[in-house]
């Protein structure tokens, strides 16, 4: 897994979890029983490796940001939309920085994206959008870190 720590600066644990049901991989990032922060990998080798370290560092996107500690919006509200939409353009612009040829990397994981989206079943307006927006921000002048700052700053965490 990447290096991952959330807006405190405490290291995430990353969790692998199977199941039975996953048609790809899966991702999701909270605070477990003991208010430690952790990611748990849901059926990873289901996916390729570019999928899997773009959920890696979305959902550690998701730390960095401090939505782990906020209220979770309702699902598919406007407010949910843009976390996912935040953690996405994170994911993209550390693979941008920190992989070597980035930009393959990132196609390979909008690619993958894009097929386990349709295989669960979203809809191909809500799939263009989120490539849309992966593609946008791997064009953005500043880095992850800068991004990450702007959000926790307009959010009040920084």
Not at 32 to 52: H, K, T
Not at 60 to 78: E, K, M, Y
Not at 102 to 122: C, D, K, P, Y
């Amino acid at each position: 897994p990447p290096n991952c720590q959330n807006n405190d600066g405490e290291l995430v644990r990353f969790e692998n979890r199977s199941s039975q049901t996953a048609k790809s991989a899966a991702g999701m990032a909270k605070n477990d029983d003991n208010g430690q922060p952790v990611i748990y990998r849901f059926s990873y080798e289901r996916s390729p490796a570019a999928l899997q370290n773009f959920i890696d560092l979305h959902e550690c996107a998701h730390h960095q940001t401090g939505d782990i500690d906020l209220p979770h919006p309702p699902r598919n509200s406007p407010a949910h939309m843009m976390n996912e939409s935040i953690a996405d353009c994170i994911a993209t612009l550390r693979i941008r920085d920190e992989t070597e040829d980035g930009a393959s990397r990132i196609n390979e994981a909008a690619q993958a994206l894009t097929a386990a989206m349709e295989i669960v079943g979203f809809p191909k307006l809500t799939i263009d959008s989120r490539i849309s927006n992966i593609n946008n921000c791997r064009l953005k002048d500043l880095s992850a870190a800068d991004f990450i700052d702007g959000v926790l700053v307009h959010r009040g965490l920084k």
